[in-house]
């Protein structure tokens, strides 16, 4: 049974050492063989053990001093009062970057966003304002004032698991290097072959001097697998060995498995750090702004996309087909095509496509072919798997991981569209209606057949298999530095960065969930109006996603207002499991005080398991992974020329009361505000969809227009083009039209009292 960590509030604390209430007692060891809870060396103290996210000083380097810093500075009463205060499920969430609106609070709407405040400003050092939420340590949570572990007494090992992704090399280096340059540990082990290398193969000896080149290698030097992760085997093997310090490279499956092994370590009162350092070539490990690796991979994808242009244009009737990795998200997909600028359709499995019928692959192709006689399609590998699985009926087939093996959609597809893609549009009088439609009917006839020539590159172990580029590279050093501190520190936790900055992260707030492109977000209304492609969605397909991305919000938004208590934020908690029967003894790092059974209990109960726990673990500040990076100044840059002249519909519901004045300029990221900025998204996905094309499905039986075929395509992609523009500029005039029923409101009223402190701070930041 899993054993959790929970870190009470102060006064719980107290209040359940003045009722008398005793230590926790471990009662997990229900196996005979399992090894029994180990009390600290005498002298020594128990590991803080605490994952809670400790917010590291923005731009800095991660450091111990940094770590110190985090709690000691930003909690301080005095400048508390000064500072946005959330107390929610994720510890102390402050929003510690001031808003030009504190500032200045009569600024026009659109003096008020980043771009033009720089342009503008007539103080330009005066640093802007996007709202950024943080994760912070707990204030009864002190970060421990010295490192936890003395040099010589480190073992430290590393481990790499799942699949290549460039960079593991650099980080495998760095973590060596900075253990043994930055604080002299040089008893560091290599495991092999990942997890089942800690019971199943030697261990490496690694030193800086061994390590000194491989972050110009692809792959690992450690050997990865997949499968394999048995807990139990894995912790004899780590406390036989005296291993005290474990860094464990992999995605989300090696997070899970991280964890565990951490509830086990915890379980037995081992004295042992557990540091994760989250990889995926896919970028969809949820919270964490990136993976490293991503951008390189996306660099190297441009050279098959390249390539398939290259193909393509110099045929006749050229179709350059690359497939890229993506297995549940199209991250890769759809970064590589938009810095491509040579692929006219990227397919991605978030996006449903369909290939026949009007508005379908098809006949876009067929499209494309006659207007520019060639065209680059970018297919995500885990895009239009059920289209294939009617097509070519297979068993389900798993790794050893357990992960779903995937069809080939590169080369299904690659078939389909030779089998397939020719059309001839037939007008005709549709007798029994009296309209003329637009009838589609594939031309088998050979002599009709239109040349074409499809080149399929699969470049995807290409792109994972080299080593990380220079941005990376720095990304890998800076990982691998973070981790060793925060275990150095005593802490267990998956490092990684969170809107900008170093965070330690509780491992299952990474794997509870996996980042996704949002459809319905301004990124991929970018790609369509890049590509000029089909959304390939009905209105009913929006309107799902439209219900879903509301439906996800409302939830985060029930649950923050369940308001559990702050500090339920360690390891093992949070509603992702089952509750402990009873908890593990845990000690407060800076007290030692050893939380009461009954008041772990109370904190437990809260955190029963409920169907929302994915979203829940993510709703401080998942959502901003999912807006994908930079989106905010983006959006704000491009709309603020555009908005004014593609306005064409303000009928939206104002957003209510004083958030409105803060959307203006940069949504924050209150979870209200999330579900506003969701269902503006769906909205502007939905305008783009109501003038596009339905699927087969969805379309049967609309009335058609004949000649219609092309112009509508026209009329989508340019109605797909304004998405991005029209739901900004949607934004302004919530803002403009709800500014006077606002000013009325009690959020008004609170506002009007922020504003006041922002002068206040305004006067202190100057002073
Ligand atoms: N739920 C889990 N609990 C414990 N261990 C797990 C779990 N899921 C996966 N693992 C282990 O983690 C390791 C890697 O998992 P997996 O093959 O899924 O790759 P990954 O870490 O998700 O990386 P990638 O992004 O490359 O798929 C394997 O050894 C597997 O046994
Ligand atoms: O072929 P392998 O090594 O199992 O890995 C393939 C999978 O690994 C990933 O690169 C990372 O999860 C996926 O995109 C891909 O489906």
Request: aromatic share 6%; hydrophobic share 35%.
């Amino acid at each position: 049974m899993a054993s959790s960590h929970i870190i009470l509030p102060k006064e719980e604390e107290e209040a359940a050492a003045e009722a008398g209430l005793g230590v926790a007692v471990e009662a997990d060891h229900d196996s005979p063989a399992q090894r029994p809870f180990q009390e600290p060396a005498p002298g020594k103290a128990a590991l803080p053990f605490s994952a809670t996210c400790v917010r590291i000083s923005r731009d800095s380097y991660p450091n111990l001093r940094a770590l110190r810093n985090a709690s000691a500075l930003d909690l301080h009463e005095d400048d508390a009062a000064f500072v946005k205060v959330e107390e929610g499920d994720y510890g102390y969430v402050l929003d510690d970057v001031p808003h030009l609106t504190d500032y200045l609070p009569d600024l026009p709407v659109s003096a008020a966003t980043p771009f033009l405040c720089s342009l503008l400003a007539p103080w330009p050092d005066l640093l802007f304002l996007g709202e950024n939420w943080q994760y912070f340590v707990n204030a009864d949570d002190t970060v421990p004032e010295k490192v936890y572990f003395e040099s010589e007494e480190v073992k430290a090992c590393i481990v790499t698991c799942g699949g290549l992704c460039p960079g593991l090399n650099t980080v495998i280096r760095e973590l060596v290097c900075g253990l043994s340059h930055m604080y002299n540990v040089n008893d560091i082990f290599g495991i092999q072959n990942g997890y089942k290398g800690f019971y199943s193969s030697n261990y490496l000896t690694m030193t800086a001097k061994s390590v000194n080149d491989i972050h110009k290698r692809g792959g690992t030097v450690l050997g990865t697998s997949r499968g394999g992760h048995d807990t139990k085997k894995i912790v004899d093997n780590i406390q036989d060995r005296g291993i005290n310090q474990v860094y464990i490279i992999g995605g989300d499956g090696t997070q899970k498995g991280a964890y565990e092994i951490y509830k086990e370590i915890r379980r037995r009162g081992l004295q042992v750090a557990v540091a994760g350092i989250p990889k995926t070539i896919d970028n969809d490990i949820a919270v964490i702004d990136k993976s490293f690796g991503f951008d390189t991979a996306v660099e190297e994808a441009q050279r098959a996309i390249n390539a398939a242009h290259v193909e393509a244009s110099s045929a006749e009737n050229g179709i350059g087909l690359v497939k890229l990795m993506g297995r549940y998200s199209g991250f890769i997909a759809m970064y590589a095509t938009l810095a491509s600028r040579d692929v006219d359709c990227c397919l991605i499995p978030e996006s449903p496509f369909y290939l026949e019928g009007e508005g379908g692959l098809f006949e876009y192709i067929d499209r494309r072919l006659k207007e520019n006689n060639h065209m680059v399609i970018v297919v995500a590998e885990g895009a239009g798997q059920d289209l294939i699985a009617q097509s070519i009926p297979a068993a389900d087939q798993q790794d050893a991981s357990g992960n779903k093996l995937l069809l080939d959609v590169g080369l299904w597809l690659t078939h389909k569209i030779k089998l397939d893609v020719n059309y001839v549009y037939i007008c005709t009088l549709d007798a029994s209606c009296m309209q003329v439609s637009v009838k589609l009917t594939r031309d088998y006839c050979k002599s009709k057949k239109m040349e074409m020539t499809i080149k399929y590159i699969d470049p995807t172990y290409m792109i994972r298999a080299i080593p990380s580029n220079a941005s990376d590279n720095v990304y890998c050093t800076l990982l691998a530095h973070s981790a060793i501190h925060g275990a150095m520190a005593g802490y267990s936790f998956t490092v990684g960065m969170v809107n900008g900055r170093h965070a330690y992260i509780p491992f299952h707030r990474v794997t509870s969930t996996r980042n996704k492109v949002r459809i319905t977000d301004r990124m991929w209304a970018r790609l369509l109006s890049s590509t000029n492609q089909p959304s390939f969605l009905s209105k009913e397909d929006i309107d799902a996603a439209r219900e879903a991305d509301k439906a996800a919000n409302s939830r985060k938004n029930g649950d923050n207002a369940k308001k559990k208590p702050a500090s339920v934020l360690a390891n093992g908690t949070n509603g992702v499991e089952t509750p402990p029967a009873a908890l593990t003894p845990l000690r407060h790092p800076a007290t030692e005080a050893p939380v009461p059974p009954s008041a772990a209990a109370d904190v437990s109960s809260t955190m029963a398991p409920d169907s929302d726990s994915a979203d829940d673990t993510r709703a401080a500040v998942a959502d901003q992974p999912e807006q994908q990076p930079s989106e905010e100044t983006e959006i704000t840059q491009e709309a603020d020329g555009a908005a004014a002249a593609t306005v064409t519909k303000s009928s939206e519901e104002p957003a209510s009361g004083a958030n409105a004045s803060w959307t203006a300029a940069t949504p924050p990221m209150t979870p209200e505000r999330g579900a506003a900025a969701a269902a503006h998204d769906s909205e502007g996905s939905d305008t783009q969809s109501a003038g596009g094309r339905g699927s087969p499905l969805h379309g049967e039986g609309k009335p058609r227009h004949a000649g219609a075929g092309v112009k509508r395509d026209d009329v989508a992609a340019a109605k797909s083009r304004l998405l991005a523009f029209r739901s900004f500029a949607r934004d302004k005039k919530v803002i403009k039209s709800g500014g006077a029923e606002a000013a009325a409101s009690p959020e008004r009223e609170g506002a009007a009292e922020h504003k006041e402190k922002g002068k206040e701070r305004r006067k202190r930041f100057w002073k």
